[in-house]
């Protein structure tokens, strides 16, 4: 296991609705990226979250939003919810480094359905 | 633009087969690092490992083994004498250096089934 947490684990909304997910990062970890995974598709990068900021953002609407709290756990925010949202959330953590890529260590994710 | 490519979708073997799935990428930076993970059914993906770009020494961990080719743009996988615990989808990941918010790219991954 790799200590990032998620919840909920599985999540049903209808078209329209405003959704948020929870991500608590692996201890030592700063840095909190969020992806989407649609069905049998790789996971596509949303955003990641730095010092509370977003640090960098993938091709997704503004309807995607987070947040970073300052014991680096995350939330995504998506609002007016649409069928093709559903997919599996994932949040990954990881440290910052100054000169390099840490690896990503990702939570179970969050199946997301909507209706 | 970075893209990562895993033209195999799906392979079936049968338990103690040699498998080995393919990873192509392509980036701009000089700088970059490739990775590997699992996703078992259970959907958490599973850290298998990182290659730094200068650095095209193979590697070797229990029955797994990775082949880094700066010259052909690949990072294959080979899974060695291969057990049904194996089966899973696998997907290949590639980093910029110098991209904001270094997200990973993945390919769109390969299904292994490995039958008893």
């Known amino acids: 296991e790799t200590g990032v947490t998620q919840s909920p684990t599985h999540l049903i909304k209808t078209r329209g609705q405003q959704v948020t997910l929870r991500c608590s990062s692996q201890?030592?970890?700063?840095?909190v990226s969020w992806y989407q995974q649609a069905l049998g598709q790789g996971p596509q990068f949303i955003f990641q979250y730095y010092r509370e900021e977003e640090n960098g953002r993938g091709n997704f609407p503004p309807r995607f939003s987070g947040l970073q709290f300052p014991n680096y756990s995350s939330e995504l925010n998506v609002n007016a919810l649409e069928l093709d949202d559903s997919a599996l959330y994932l949040c990954?953590?990881?440290?910052?480094?100054?000169?390099?890529?840490?690896?990503?260590?990702f939570g179970p994710g969050t199946r997301l359905t909507v209706l | 633009a970075q893209k990562v490519t895993q033209a195999q979708t799906e392979i079936s073997v049968v338990e103690k087969e040699d498998v080995t799935l393919d990873c192509v990428y392509e980036t701009r930076d000089t700088t970059y690092y490739l990775f590997w993970y699992k996703q078992p059914p259970s959907g958490e993906l599973v850290f298998l490992i990182r290659r730094n770009s200068f650095d095209e020494q193979n590697e070797i961990s229990g029955r797994y083994s990775w082949n880094f080719q700066k010259s052909t743009s690949s990072f294959n996988f080979t899974i060695t004498a291969s057990q049904v615990v194996d089966s899973a989808v696998y997907f290949c990941?590639?980093?910029?250096?110098?991209?904001?918010?270094?997200?990973?790219?993945f390919g769109g991954g390969t299904r292994l089934m490995v039958k008893p």
């Open positions: 201890s030592g970890h700063n840095t």
């Open positions: 990941a590639l980093s910029g250096g110098n991209n904001a918010g270094n997200m990973l790219t």
């Open positions: 990954a953590s990881s440290r910052k480094l100054a000169g390099g890529v840490d690896t990503q260590y």
